[in-house]
């Protein structure tokens, strides 16, 4: 369960073997790595079928991150690879989500202003968790209909 994570941590240091060493490091590198792709698909997914195509880039970054670069590196390399490409392929149907209910104006307001927080990250701010988004715009949407 927390593979992920330790192979993350690894990035940053690559010779720590301390479980929650590696957790902490892992914060800040997976954070990055998950805002920086969050902006990509934000610029480069089309309007309409967001979530289709998020699920496409999820796709995409799999292949990068666990087929092209991960197979580099052994702590990736050694990570249960299905559940790595279902993880990667449900963040891009989460961000395709996310995109979906912002463009539509259909996302409740956030009360943080996104764009004084990471104003590179705009269309919109992205600083709220995409997936707590996508799950708070299924919620309202049971809700509502």
Do not use: C
């Not at 490091?25 to 990055?32: D, E, I």
């Not at 799950?135 to 209909?145: F, K, M, N, P």
């Amino acid at each position: 369960m927390l593979e992920g994570g330790r192979a993350a941590g690894a990035l940053l240091l690559p010779r720590e073997r301390r479980t929650a060493v590696l957790l902490v490091a892992a914060t800040p590198v997976h954070l990055a790595i998950s805002m920086g792709w969050a902006a990509l698909l934000a610029t480069a997914l089309p309007r309409g079928r967001e979530p289709a195509w998020g699920l496409a880039g999820g796709m995409l970054i799999a292949t990068l991150d666990l087929a092209l670069i991960g197979r580099r590196i052994p702590s990736i390399r050694r990570l249960p690879q299905g559940r790595q490409w279902a993880d990667h392929v449900a963040y891009g149907l989460s961000v395709g989500l996310v995109l979906r209910a912002r463009r539509s104006g259909r996302a409740r307001k956030s009360t943080i202003d996104d764009s004084a927080l990471l104003p590179s990250l705009k269309p919109g701010g992205f600083v709220r968790s995409n997936v707590i988004q996508a799950i708070e715009h299924l919620r309202d949407q049971r809700a509502s209909g």
